[in-house]
């Protein structure tokens, strides 16, 4: 059994040991290819690195891909010495805001889940979670769009019974939102994108996996009870190989629906997470890939991404999966023609959430130009089209649907509830969406998401990008870029 003091002898770049979970790794050589950079390694050098390896990795990491030589067995860890860290005052701060922070039923709405994940959220999860491409600008014109249709509702009509249930790529689910993939759960809560897929369980909604988890694929798909049904989205990884496994695993482990996505050949940059100096490694799937770590998670996670991915590359998915295909991220109504053309089963109009070209339009705007196109050529039920970006109310899912969409993604509202509530906060996020549902499929005058049409909403102003009522909620819960950078005094 090695000590605490014969670990801490290792203790630099040309000789670099760390403790996780009780057992000693020499990580001297893994250094450089560390996917968030060199720095948070050598911070822990010859010291117990458990509580910060945990948020990112999935428990096994070093077993499964640290090769064997390296792995120098366990540590008596009553012999290791825990520095305090010093808690910093943003730190203390934070702690403050956990012990003020509102009860969880004082959450009426997914924005004030924003509002408090603000507060109380580690720098580095909030700058990765909120952050958006350059100015911000698309990240809140996805909200904006939405208030600039309006609804032209029916009366009379008999509304006792609603039912918002409806099917995506052949699954009958309870409401017509899914929770789309996000990276690095782990980075807003401990336990990370399990406590999606059990809330999701619960309100018996899909959960799309991201391929940039903090769980392992495994861990996430065994979290699912009961028939729960998942779908895998795809970073296309520069070796076809690699993702061939990870597309012909996910199948075999029963997955329901392959979303590529195809509006992120390089991340965007992301400055408020750039700024966080993001440096806490990468994601289950980044293993032994070099990344520069000092431009941010986004750019720490993704230098496998295969930028070359392109339209002749459809085929061989369809040669090695037999899941539904889907493209996420199509942002004009031609991709979407020639999505119809390639034999893909749906689309997700998408901009990543305003996370990848800023100035990109919103979801919504697509939508309503693709649907009359689509009608027009008897189009509309050769594939099901999704949205996603900036929906945080029932009314902005039934807009959607009124202008022809199969069904909406969630990102961040979950994120944000998960961060600062855990399980039970994406259960209430999850809950309220349900209730504003059933309320407002009553004030419009439907008791069916099919009969929801385009007669039912006004998009005359949807296009005119002028100025929108001012959105206080949003406002209030949106975090302005931090200030720029200041001279060290
Ligand atoms: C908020 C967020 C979104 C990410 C996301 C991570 C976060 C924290 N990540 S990212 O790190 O690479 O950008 C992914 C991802 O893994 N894959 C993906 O297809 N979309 C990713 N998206 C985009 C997401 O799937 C939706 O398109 C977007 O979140 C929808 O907007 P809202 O957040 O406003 O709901």
Known sequence: MLTGAEVAKHNGRDDCWVIVHGRAYDVTEFLPEHPGGQKIILKYAGKDATEEFDPIHPPDTLEKYLDKSKHKGPVDMTTVVHEKAEESPEE??????????PLLEQCYNLLDF???????MKKTAWAYYSSAADDEITLRENHAAFHRIWFRPRILVDVEKVDYSTTMLGTKVDLPFYVTATALGKLGHVEGEVILTRAARKHNVIQMIPTLASCAFDEIVDAAEGGQVQWLQLYVNKDREITRRIVQHAERRGCKGLFITVDAPQLGRREKDMRSKFTDGGSDVQKGQATDGSQGAARAISTFIDPALSWKDIPWFQSITSMPIVLKGVQRVEDVLRAIDAGVQGVVLSNHGGRQLDFARSAVEVLAETMPVL???????????F??????RGTDIIKALCLGARGVGI??????AMSAYGFDGVDRAMQLLRDEMEMNMRLIGATRVDELNPSMVDVRSLYHHGSVPADSLSLSAYDPLVSPPQRAP
């Not at 949205?387 to 945080?392: A, E, P, S």
Request: charged content about 40%; glycine content about 10%; hydrophobic content about 40%.
């Open 375 to 385: 009608r027009e050529l008897g189009l509309e039920d050769k594939i099901e089209i």
């Open 387 to 392: 949205v996603d970006g900036g929906i945080r």
């Open 114 to 120: 924003e509002a408090v994940a603000r507060r109380v």
């Open 411 to 416: 990102g961040r509202p979950f994120l944000y």
């Open 92 to 101: 203390a701060e934070r702690q403050k805001q956990i012990e003020q922070m």
